[in-house]
C-alpha cells in the first residue's frame, strides 16, 4: 500500500501560478504510476495528469495541457504539479494518486480502478 500526502493548495487569482506536491510512502514506490485527479461538488473525478515510474512519459488532460506540468522526484519521494495560467474552471479539490498501471491508463480509469489515494488539497481560483 502506499501513502499520499498532498500539500500546496490556496487562494489564487486568475492567471496566477500554483504548485502542488505529492509525498508517497510505503513499499514498491518505484513500481507505481503516479497521477493528479480533480473534483468539484456535483461532478465526476476529472483526470489531470499522470506520470510514469521513471518519470519519463507524461500525459494530460485536455483542459489542462500547456497549462499544468507533472514531474516526479525519484528519490524524494515527491511528485509535484505545477499549474500555471490558472482559470476559475480550475477551482477543485486535487487529489494525488498512485497506482501499478502504466500512467497512460490513469485518464480512462476511475476512483475505483486507482489502488491509493491521497485526501486531496483545495485550489481556488478567484478574483
Known amino acids: 500500500q502506499v501513502q499520499l500526502d498532498e500539500s500546496g493548495g490556496g487562494l489564487v487569482q486568475p492567471g496566477g501560478s500554483l504548485r502542488l506536491s505529492c509525498l508517497t510512502s510505503?513499499?514498491?514506490?518505484?513500481?507505481?504510476?503516479m497521477g493528479w485527479f480533480r473534483q468539484t461538488p456535483g461532478t465526476e473525478l476529472e483526470f489531470v495528469a499522470s506520470i510514469t515510474w521513471a518519470g519519463t512519459t507524461t500525459y494530460y488532460g485536455d483542459s489542462v495541457k500547456g497549462r499544468f506540468t507533472i514531474s516526479r522526484d525519484v528519490a524524494a519521494n515527491t511528485v509535484v504539479l505545477e499549474m500555471s495560467s490558472l482559470k476559475p474552471e480550475d477551482t477543485a479539490v486535487y487529489y494525488c494518486?498512485?497506482?501499478?498501471?502504466?500512467?497512460?491508463?490513469?485518464?480512462?480509469?476511475?476512483?475505483?480502478?486507482?489502488?491509493?489515494w491521497g485526501r486531496g488539497t483545495q485550489v481556488t481560483v478567484s478574483s
Open positions: 510505503g513499499r514498491d514506490l518505484r513500481a507505481h504510476s
Open positions: 494518486a498512485a497506482d501499478r498501471r502504466h500512467a497512460i491508463q490513469f485518464s480512462t480509469t476511475g476512483r475505483e480502478g486507482i489502488a491509493s
